[in-house]
């Protein structure tokens, strides 16, 4: 079925520790996004990119790092995690940046001790 | 800037009974709205959306929202619960100006429905 994969799908992860979230399209999107939920909270977006080779950021980019080399791939990456950093991360994407529509993934869920 | 509220983190409802669940916008331009669905451990997924034209939106589910400018309100209904209805609904704005990349969610509002 086509979609968006996200992986992994629940990680356990020290303080400090260096991690990536992967996410990977098969829709052919031109735009893809970030969001992390948060209870009370409802979704942020941390990143977003418009198209292959461009990036932007969000409400909370601070502490994430993103790269789009392709069309189909938009891996999230904690460099130094943190207990707050502790979330639902969904990946998302849409045909167009203007249309408003999004896709979403299943999430991953990280906890940071 | 563009804002949402979502009033009641939780709503309950019996099955059979009419489903509204509250979202008003601020916005300084005109503002396209949404309502996204999210069902338990799955990411969520769009269940209509106001951009321009008719003010009544339909969308999937038996759903639907009407855009009120003179309220800012963006209120969803459904005129009979189900039990499948059970899930979070997001309310989101995003304006004209700035581009749908930067659509801005409400806090959400988990839906009950009672047997």
């Known amino acids: 079925i086509a979609g968006i994969t996200q992986a992994p799908t629940s990680q356990i992860l020290a303080a400090g520790r260096r991690m990536t979230l992967r996410c990977t399209q098969d829709?052919?999107?031109?735009?893809m996004y970030w969001y992390r939920q948060d209870l009370g909270l409802g979704l942020r977006l941390i990143h977003y990119s418009n198209t292959a080779g461009t990036t932007g950021k969000g409400e909370v980019p601070d502490g994430y790092s993103v790269s789009r080399a392709n069309t189909d791939d938009f891996p999230l990456t904690l460099a130094s995690a943190v207990p707050s950093q502790t979330s639902v991360y969904f990946c998302?994407?849409?045909?167009?940046?203007?249309?408003?529509?999004?896709?979403f993934g299943e999430g991953s869920r990280l906890t940071v001790l | 800037a563009q804002s949402v509220t979502q009033l009641g983190s939780h709503v309950s409802v019996s099955e059979g009974a009419l489903v509204l669940l509250r979202c008003n916008y601020s916005s300084s331009v005109p503002p396209y709205l949404f309502w996204y669905v999210q069902y338990p451990n799955q990411g969520l997924q769009l269940l209509l959306k106001?951009?321009?034209?008719?003010?009544l939106v339909k969308g999937i589910n038996g759903f639907e929202a009407e855009f009120k400018k003179s309220e800012t309100s963006f209120h969803l209904t459904k005129p009979s619960a189900h039990m499948s209805d059970a899930a979070e609904y997001f309310c989101?704005?995003?304006?004209?100006?700035?581009?749908?990349?930067?659509?801005?969610f409400g806090t959400g509002t988990r839906l009950l429905v009672s047997p």
């Open positions: 989101a704005v995003s304006a004209m100006n700035t581009g749908f990349q930067k659509l801005v």
């Open positions: 829709m052919r999107h031109n735009a």
């Open positions: 106001y951009t321009t034209g008719a003010t």
């Open positions: 998302a994407s849409s045909r167009e940046p203007n249309t408003g529509e999004l896709f």
